[in-house]
């Protein structure tokens, strides 16, 4: 009778042993989709043109950045500029690529031309517009 009582009691043993490791918390090293890192709203707080810094706020210009969840890994983006209080038309920025870059944080890519850089919530873009070099700096809102 010991006996089989014993083998009960290794028996659960090794069946609640089994059940403790196998349901291990898969969800908790899941990190969300690049898109949902990327969205939202930024506003412009550095404005370069060919290596030459200009000051939004002597021209009352106001530039912000919507990125929007296309899907994973893709966003779509629109441009919202306003010059000494008149708003401009909406630039469509189109779809842009996202690729995880590590510890310098998220590459944002035109089609395979890297045109950008997210880390921290700050917005690095960097483009050739009409032969003029421009970066703008972004903070997300």
């Known amino acids: 009778m010991k006996k089989i009582t014993f083998l009960k ?6 069946l609640l042993s089994t059940l403790m490791f196998a349901c291990e918390d898969k969800d908790k090293d899941v990190s969300p989709e690049l898109s949902s890192k990327v969205a939202g709203t930024y506003k412009v707080t550095k404005l370069t043109v060919d290596g030459d810094d200009y000051p939004l706020e ?5 530039i912000t ?12 983006g629109k441009m919202k500029v306003t010059l000494d209080g008149d708003r401009e038309p909406d630039e469509d920025l189109g779809t842009l690529n996202l690729k995880n870059a590590g510890s310098t944080g998220i590459d944002i890519y035109e089609n395979t031309e890297k045109v950008g850089n997210l880390k921290d919530d700050k917005l690095n873009i960097f483009v050739v517009f009409e032969g003029q070099e421009v970066e703008m700096i ?4």
Do not use: P
């Open 9 to 14: 009691n290794i028996f659960a043993l090794l």
């Open 58 to 62: 002597i021209g009352k210009a106001s």
């Open 65 to 76: 950045i919507q990125l929007d969840k296309f899907s994973s890994e893709v966003v779509t």
């Open 138 to 141: 972004a903070t997300k809102q």
